[in-house]
């Protein structure tokens, strides 16, 4: 693995393509956004610690699916082709449908669906905008502990239980007073055997680890309360919605090469609290992986 200079670790600012979109048409997409997330929470809230019916999608591994993970995408596909029927929509639970289009929104309406089925709170509503492929806006919406977190045009709004804080991510330059996480590092769970060694490589460095935080952690760290994710083996629904809202906050996320997320390998995401110790984590990461 090959890391570039420091200059390429943070790529292109997801949000940036919004400087070329009338800004009142953001503000309005914005919104319209909110609104699928206060839908989807209709849906997930009602069903959270219910004891509600579990599916399983994967064939030898357990992937849970539940009728609120189906229901909540479905009530948002029929808002948004109701109100913008020429855009393009990629779901978790009903795959993409004009997905050519320049306008995609990408939607996982239950990210962290183990959490959800175990009464745990991380669990989080996704949310994001591509114009011409590039995630414009993003949103992290956790409505059990009335948390929301909203990136449009490089400014990020969190707002706990009705009311707006300013945040930012922590600043972190030191990796040995990081504060690490990943959902879950067991081998052949999200890491294959070299990634899961490349993280506990990294956690042995580190401050603190926690783990099973799924998007949530992320949105953790735009708080300041986390300084590294390392995950791998994310989709887009998975994903898009993040970078976004880490960059708005002042971080820096890529893949474990310093390239745009998505570009390449099997979803490997970084996300840190600062440029130094992102190029730190890269670095380590790649020493790891070339053993």
Known sequence: MVICPMPCH??????????????????????FAERLADAASVETLKRFRQQADVYNKAGVCFDPVTDADREAEQVQ????????????????????????????????????????????????????????????????????????????????????????????????????????????????????????????????????????????????LAIGELDIVMESGLQLHDYAALGPIVEAAGGVITNWRGDPPGAEGRGEILASASEELHEAALANISRSMAV
């Open 77 to 220: 596909r029929q808002l948004i082709n109701a109100a913008y029927p020429d855009h393009g929509i990629i779901g978790e639970e009903f795959g993409a449908e004009n997905e050519d289009a320049t306008y995609r929104w990408v939607l996982d309406p239950i990210d962290g669906t183990r959490a959800y089925v175990c009464g745990v709170a991380s669990w989080t509503t996704l949310i994001s905008l591509e114009v011409d492929g590039v995630p414009s806006l993003g949103v992290i919406d956790q409505p059990f502990t009335e948390e929301r977190w909203l990136a449009v045009g490089g400014q990020l709004t969190y707002t706990a239980r009705g009311k707006r804080q300013k945040v930012g991510v922590s600043g972190c330059t030191d990796i040995a007073k990081a504060r690490l996480t990943t959902t879950d590092p067991r081998p052949a769970a999200y890491f294959s055997k070299a990634e899961a060694q490349a993280f506990d490589d990294l956690a042995a460095k580190v401050q603190l680890v926690r783990f099973s935080l799924d998007a949530y952690g992320y949105a953790l």
């Open 10 to 31: 943070k790529p292109k600012a997801w949000g940036s393509v919004c400087g070329m979109i009338d800004q009142d048409m953001m503000a309005q997409y914005a919104k």
